[in-house]
């Protein structure tokens, strides 16, 4: 699996805010977002620094929150995907970003990214941790509207901890249908897994 950004309508729009950004202050913003990129509950900027920041930069703040998400996007893929520069200054260029700021992106991914990944690797993405599961099938033979009516389904009890140490069941039902449209999500979810290792 390789790096690659699609252009939609809300990259497009932070592209546009990105190239407007001041040069010389540009390469800070990423600076930060590279630095706190690993701290998944924390914000990158906190609310009294972002109205500084969209005044020092001369923008609406729902538009820096944009150009934050859309770089933390971008920060994050480079990450799990362990992109080279090259890539990414590849891909942030067909995005029509302009040079000095694919360069700012660029450099700071260079001197900074393996220690972002590294940090990354050393969280789980979901505080909870699958610890067992349990399943039984079903058959629901009749019921008051249609007597001759055949409903297999599948009960899973899944038992999950968390950070705190708690321990949780979750129960889930799945029709014939869902439970292989679930099963078809696994299989994309386990190429893709392939795909990074």
């Known amino acids: 699996m390789s790096l690659n950004f699609s252009p939609t309508p809300s990259i497009k729009k932070a592209v546009v805010f990105i190239n407007q950004l001041d040069a010389g202050k540009f390469p800070l913003v990423v600076s930060r977002i590279i630095q706190k990129l690993h701290l998944k509950e924390e914000r990158t900027f906190r609310e009294d620094e972002e109205e500084r920041l969209a005044q020092t930069l001369g923008i609406d703040n729902d538009d820096l929150e944009l150009v934050l998400q859309t770089l933390e996007f971008f920060l994050h893929q480079a990450a799990y995907l362990t992109a080279k520069p090259a890539v990414l200054s590849q891909q942030l260029s067909q995005l029509e970003i302009e040079q000095d700021k694919v360069d700012a992106i660029v450099e700071l991914w260079t001197t900074n990214g393996r220690d972002v990944i590294q940090k990354l690797r050393q969280q789980t993405l979901l505080p909870n941790q699958l610890e067992d599961i349990n399943w039984r099938l079903n058959l ?36 014939h249908d869902e439970l292989y449209q679930f099963y078809n999500q696994l299989e994309t979810i386990q190429k893709q897994l392939d795909g990074l290792s």
């Open 140 to 175: 629901q033979m009749a019921q008051s509207s249609s007597i001759k009516q055949k409903l297999p389904n599948a009960m899973f009890e899944l038992g999950v901890s968390t950070e705190t140490d708690d321990k949780k069941k979750i129960r889930v039902e799945f029709t």
